[in-house]
DNA sequence: CAACTGTTATGACTAGGTACTAAAAGTAGG
DNA sequence: CCTACTTTTAGTACCTAGTCATAACAGTTG
């Protein structure tokens, strides 16, 4: 094997390790690799891979922001459209984290998150909780499928709504729920507690 | 005010300062307050707060465990007991990221979430998807609650499993949930896909 | 005034680099 | 075998964001 072939498979691999575990210096891969520091320099510059400290800079604030999208965000996937009181619309794409190890597929929290915040924006009230809620999944979804959720108001007695929230992939339907969600005066905020 | 009340004053906001933002050098927080780099390094010192670059580290590792935890864990919440195929306990606390703002009240998605992969875990199958669920929440649920979800197979016809779960806060049950299981042969895995 | 606390300054050192130059080592082609 | 070329290593100066230790102020108080 030609020395250039070498060096190849080495930065291949160097960009593969630093994937997995970013939290090494180039002294430490240097003494992985069996190189010297300078060559490591040199492959990482080839590659384009920033230095330490800027990589653990860069996951510390990008897996902040994820946390937060995750954490608390109050409506899951993106607001396409919105007529309060009325429907909306929203969108979620599904990645791998999403799914569930053994069968690839989905799992079912993520569509009813999605389906039950957009049901909780459409309605018209300073704040609002989900009482009941009938779910039925119809179609498993894999990662990367990019789901559309509708939700609609059929019915509003005083302060309970009934939401039909139906979420596409490829225009099929693939999952359909229906929430019965009551309104809160802003009233009764934390009377309640938790106790150990 | 004495300076040793400026002092105490100084190196409370310093920490509330780098709780909101870590990422700030010792000199821009110098800039900030209006003191000497060394006077910032003293108050560091004498509150224990590490340098930036530690800090980022810390960050960085800890946001990436959380990630992990909430994205590719499959079973949400801690599982304390499971007779497959029967009967199975999972425990979770309610942290101030899962409520929602405006209420302070527990999403929905959290305690569907616990319910729906403690049923999920309960079934005997090496594959199984959600087909229907019912859920009713019953009592709102505030940040620091210890859910406990107990999860019972009631029937079961070929493929099929029916599945309550019911979850208390404090021996209160604040969730009630019955799913409809099926449990894949394994056989087709992923003949699905999702286009566009 | 001396003693003390608080603040700032200064110098020497560190890790983990960048940027650049130079040299050695390996690998062909003619 | 010698030359041309690539690859690797070495070494220097410099940078940031610190560390530690020592010293010198400033302001207050007994």
């Given at each position: 094997m030609g020395?250039a072939a070498?060096?190849?498979?080495?930065?291949?691999?160097?960009?593969?390790?630093?994937?997995?575990?970013?939290?090494?210096?180039?002294?430490?891969?240097?003494?992985?690799?069996?190189?010297?520091?300078?060559?490591?320099?040199?492959?990482?510059?080839?590659?384009?891979?920033?230095?330490?400290?800027?990589?653990?800079?860069?996951?510390?604030?990008?897996?902040?922001?994820?946390?937060?999208?995750?954490?608390?965000?109050?409506?899951?996937?993106?607001?396409?459209?919105?007529?309060?009181?009325?429907?909306?619309?929203?969108?979620?794409?599904?990645?791998?984290?999403?799914?569930?190890?053994?069968?690839?597929?989905?799992?079912?929290?993520?569509?009813?998150?999605?389906?039950?915040?957009?049901?909780?924006?459409?309605?018209?009230?300073?704040?609002?909780?989900?009482?009941?809620?009938?779910?039925?999944?119809?179609?498993?979804?894999?990662?990367?499928?990019?789901?559309?959720?509708?939700?609609?108001?059929?019915?509003?007695?005083?302060?309970?709504?009934?939401?039909?929230?139906?979420?596409?992939?490829?225009?099929?339907?693939?999952?359909?729920?229906?929430?019965?969600?009551?309104?809160?005066?802003?009233?009764?905020?934390?009377?309640?507690?938790?106790?150990?």
């Amino acid at each position: 094997m030609g020395s250039a072939a070498l060096k190849k498979l080495r930065q291949q691999r160097l960009q593969a390790v630093l994937a997995k575990n970013p939290f090494l210096t180039d002294e430490n891969l240097a003494e992985q690799f069996e190189v010297s520091i300078q060559t490591i320099r040199l492959d990482r510059m080839a590659m384009g891979i920033s230095e330490l400290r800027e990589r653990t800079r860069y996951m510390a604030e990008n897996a902040q922001k994820k946390l937060q999208a995750i954490a608390s965000d109050d409506i899951v996937g993106e607001l396409i459209d919105l007529e309060i009181g009325v429907s909306g619309i929203s969108m979620m794409t599904v990645n791998k984290e999403m799914v569930l190890q053994k069968t690839g597929v989905c799992r079912g929290q993520y569509m009813f998150a999605q389906a039950n915040s957009l049901a909780l924006a459409v309605i018209d009230a300073p704040a609002a909780l989900t009482g009941v809620a009938n779910v039925k999944y119809k179609i498993p979804v894999y990662s990367g499928a990019v789901l559309v959720a509708r939700a609609e108001v059929v019915r509003k007695q005083e302060d309970k709504y009934t939401i039909w929230v139906k979420i596409r992939n490829n225009r099929k339907e693939v999952f359909r729920a229906k929430f019965l969600i009551v309104s809160l005066p802003e009233e009764r905020n934390q009377e309640n507690e938790n106790r150990g």
